[in-house]
């Protein structure tokens, strides 16, 4: 691999004064591996700015991760870096299999990702146009042009990310690629019923609170309920609108309906898991 030279190091250095790079895996924290790619981006350019998103997505689970990086990627700074790794199918051959994902950067108008093309990134792409997308192929920004078959996020999504934040063009980095052609998550879909609107369960939370896809504003100024694994639960506005220990539905921060216990765990209580199907039924008024 080339040996980055003094004035490479301060260019990045230059560019990079008021650059954010995010973090997001499945990692865990009992680990070194987050601590692993954060050295490798350190070697690149120190002086990035590092915020974590979260490194407890659920092991292997694509769809958690699209719901986070969703959610997060607005409350960003233009230029942001946005590195991502979820990537169940590392080591694989990569572009040649789509539902494996190829390593991947996307340039969009208000930043950037790079991790798998494995759907991680489809909640974003869904909501904001792709202006271009590359797969990373010049190994002269890899870590080693030999990388770990189990280790991508170390040896070709880290040193990419930390050298595109520090002024790599995204060209640079390796072949352009057709946006159409980047993998998107089938998470379902929520539709309008004679009723009210049907979707199913998109996320779980640290709490236990089940997140649909289906958008808060659906409901608001309704009368509404949800009906979900045969139980009626009442549209709410605050968690303390039932008593402690009972089920309720409102709109969460992140904006969509969701399910909840109030002081609980909606998740363990009502046996209720990814994908399921629930409904919000619109109450008529007498």
């Known amino acids: 691999m080339e040996t980055y030279t003094n004035s490479q190091a301060l260019f990045h250095q230059q560019m990079s004064q008021s ?18 790619m954060k050295g490798v981006i350190a070697q ?9 998103l979260t490194h407890q997505i659920p092991p292997q689970n694509v769809a958690a991760a699209r719901f986070c990086l969703m959610n997060a990627y607005p409350y960003f700074t233009i230029g942001t870096v946005h590195l991502a790794v979820v990537d169940p199918g590392v080591g694989s051959q990569r572009r040649a299999i789509p539902s494996v994902g190829a390593a991947i ?20 792409t869904s909501k904001n146009q792709v202006i ?6 010049n190994l002269n920004f890899w870590r080693t042009s030999q990388p770990s078959s189990t280790f991508h996020g170390r040896d070709i999504f ?41 979707g199913c369960i998109q996320y779980i939370d640290y709490f236990g609170n089940l997140v649909s896809n289906i958008p808060g504003s659906y409901v608001q100024g309704k009368t509404w309920s949800v009906n979900v694994a045969d139980l009626t639960i009442p549209g709410c506005e605050t968690y303390s ?19 909840a216990i109030n002081s609980g765990n909606a998740h363990t209580q009502l046996q209720i898991n990814w994908q399921d199907t629930l409904q919000v039924l619109f109450l008529q008024s007498c």
Do not use: M, R
């Open 241 to 259: 609108d039932v008593q402690v220990g009972e089920a309720l539905a409102l709109v969460g921060s992140h904006g969509w309906v969701e399910i």
């Open 132 to 137: 271009t997308a590359v797969e990373l192929t």
């Open 158 to 198: 880290a040193p990419a990310a930390a050298h595109l934040a520090s002024g790599v063009s995204l060209q640079e980095l390796g072949k352009e690629i057709n946006p159409e052609t980047l993998v998107k998550l089938d998470i379902g879909e929520c539709y309008e019923t004679t009723t009210g609107v049907a």
């Open 44 to 52: 690149i350019n120190p002086d990035l700015q590092l915020v974590d």
């Open 19 to 36: 650059k954010i790079l995010t973090l997001l895996s499945d990692f865990g924290n009992n680990d070194v591996y987050v601590g692993v």
């Open 105 to 124: 950067a996307v340039k969009l108008a208000q930043g950037f990702l790079v991790g798998p093309d494995n759907g991680i990134f489809s909640g974003i």
